[in-house]
């Protein structure tokens, strides 16, 4: 009986820990992702100009692409160790704090500036007028569309994420761990690059489809390679939960969510 509550106390810790870990990136990357940078600008290299739909393309992406591949490969984890049900848990959670978040910042974009404030922020670093107020008002007025946008793309790309990955999970059972982790990203990153894009910055926002299809791919084009490029942090995770839970014990949590 003890050895039994220690495990549960193990395995309630581990829930607590990647359900934190997959809300903290997921609120991250939403606040972020307001953010359009350019890869080749980074690295100092010249622009790729990738012919993708007779576009040429640069890599022009989101910056929430930093976080979201932590959630999705958190995502698999969970869906590994404590089914369908519990990643469902989390990504219903996960969506109502981000609902909350907006709304807070929407009402914070409200709020009267302090002329003080105004006053020690009114250039900026060429000497050039600057309104603070304004700025922060046009970063995170976007989020409205981001919200609706990034919540009805989160929801969808979990929800698929979750019937790709148990579906690959019923026919290679607790084999080819990269193949249903990765092959559940890449499907359900195929929605969500494309989904949150068009309705933040299209359907609510001024962007024409060109840009939204430029971005759209060259996310998803980044967030495959990225999620091809983390299968080895995907089993040395597996490894390091199946070390502090007991081999065993973590091959009885993997069955019975295989089944759940």
């Not at 969970?78 to 704090?97: D, H, P, Q, W």
């Not at 929605?191 to 926002?205: E, N, R």
């Amino acid at each position: 009986m003890e050895n039994q509550s220690i495990q549960e106390q193990k395995r309630q810790r581990l829930f607590l820990l990647l359900c934190g870990v997959f809300l903290t990136n997921a609120l991250i990357a939403e606040i972020i992702g307001m953010k359009i940078f350019s890869v080749e600008t980074l690295l100092g290299i010249p622009p790729a100009q990738l012919l993708i739909g007779g576009e040429r393309l640069d890599f022009n992406m989101t910056a929430g692409v930093i976080n979201w591949p932590i959630v999705f490969i958190t995502s698999d984890i969970i869906n590994e160790y404590f089914g369908r049900k519990g990643v469902k848990r989390i990504s219903f959670l996960t969506a109502g704090f981000i609902v909350y978040m907006f709304i807070t910042v929407f009402i914070a974009t409200q709020l009267p500036p302090a002329q003080f404030w105004l006053d020690v922020n009114n250039t900026d670093k060429q000497g050039n007028t600057f309104n603070i107020n304004d700025a922060f008002y046009r970063i995170f007025n976007q989020g409205m569309g981001i919200m609706i946008g990034s919540i009805t793309a989160f929801l969808l790309g979990q929800l698929l994420d979750v019937f790709v990955f148990s579906w690959l999970r019923r026919r290679t059972g607790s084999k080819l761990i990269w193949l249903r982790a990765t092959g559940s990203t890449l499907f359900s990153q195929l929605i969500d690059s494309f989904v949150v894009i068009t309705v933040a910055f299209y359907v609510f926002g001024n962007w024409d489809l060109k840009q939204i299809f430029s971005v759209s791919s060259i996310n998803y084009l980044y967030k495959g390679i990225v999620a091809i490029c983390m299968t080895p942090i995907l089993y040395l995770a597996h490894y390091a939960i199946d070390s502090y839970l007991g081999k065993a014990y973590a091959d009885e949590l993997s069955h019975k969510a295989a089944h759940d």
